[in-house]
């Protein structure tokens, strides 16, 4: 509900949308919402070993997976399907009231799901977010109980797309709970820096 008042109290002229991931605990209950792209997931850091695994990432919301993709076809949204390995699929979001035009202005969203992004709604795409409600106890249990740690991570396609998951809790991993290792702050701004890298590299 909370995601779904934010979107009802967003000024109307706002042309603009975002994201949205969290995570509530709730004695040994986690629940974990989102709405868009931005990856959220929970890893396990094993003290005596020093491994980390992932054990839940979220789902996206992507245009093209066909739960996404009826919603949006079914109110006459248009999906366009991703040219090339890497790139996202879209919904086409026309900006004037003449959107059978093939002159008509129009923008490319990367998701389904939105906060915000008004002009999106009559195209399908939707503020309404994905809850998970994991049990913390089992997943320490089926990780081996003694010793381990629990972190959660969340950023968006800016991040990921360019530094894989794994690295990244790897690495956060370090900062949290091993010694003499860089502190939490440089390593996330590390790894931001590392993207941003990999980003202007890309760009044409």
Known sequence: DTFLEVDKNLPGSLNAGSTASMFLRL??????????DSKSFLATYNVATQKVDIVFVNALHKPHLPEERKRIESVGGMVIMPRSFGDSSRVVIPLDDNPASPFSPSMALAMSRSIGD???????????????????????????????????????????????????????????????????????????????????VRMP
Request: proline residues 6%; contains cysteine.
């Open 27 to 36: 004695g040994e209950q986690l629940f974990v919402a989102n709405v868009g």
């Open 118 to 200: 008004k002009a999106a709604r009559k195209q399908g795409v939707i503020p309404n977010p994905t809850v998970t409600v994991l049990n913390l106890n089992d997943i320490v249990t089926k990780a081996g109980k003694m010793n381990i740690q629990l972190f959660a991570v969340s950023a968006s396609d800016g991040l990921f797309d360019h530094v894989p998951p794994q690295k990244v809790a790897e690495e956060l991993a370090k900062s949290m709970y091993q010694p003499n290792t860089p502190r939490l702050l440089e390593t996330c701004e590390k790894l931001i820096m590392e993207s941003s890298e990999k980003w202007i």
